[in-house]
């Protein structure tokens, strides 16, 4: 089964074909069907292994947008950061919601 280790928003994902991932909010346009991922770090087929010094030359993964480019777009979870300082009687709670993309792996070409 082939996989590679991608890099999208500074953060690291295993992915094989077929997989769903949520990535961070990338400039897209609206009409775009599909995303390409050039900053590959690894592939593996199950028989040859092929390491990144950072990235791959010429790999690439070719990720296809679940539903329309607007509509992939999908919230995170709720985060509540809290700022407290001890005895001054001063707390703030303030709510925050992440949005991600939402892709399908199509196909990983090393």
């Known amino acids: 089964m082939m996989y590679a280790v991608i890099e999208q928003g500074g953060k690291q994902y295993k992915v094989s074909q077929g997989d769903v991932i949520t990535i961070d909010l990338a400039e897209v346009a609206p009409d775009a069907k599909s995303i390409e991922i050039g900053k590959v770090l690894f592939v593996s087929d199950g028989k040859q292994v092929r390491v990144g010094t950072p990235y ?15 509509d992939a777009v999908v919230n995170g979870p709720k985060l509540y950061p809290t700022h407290f300082r001890r005895r001054k009687n001063s707390s703030r709670r303030i709510g925050h919601r992440q949005k991600y993309l939402q892709v399908t792996i ?4 090393a």
């Open 56 to 70: 791959l030359d010429g790999a690439k993964v070719i990720a296809t947008f679940t539903t329309d480019a607007r």
């Open 106 to 109: 199509e196909a990983i070409e």
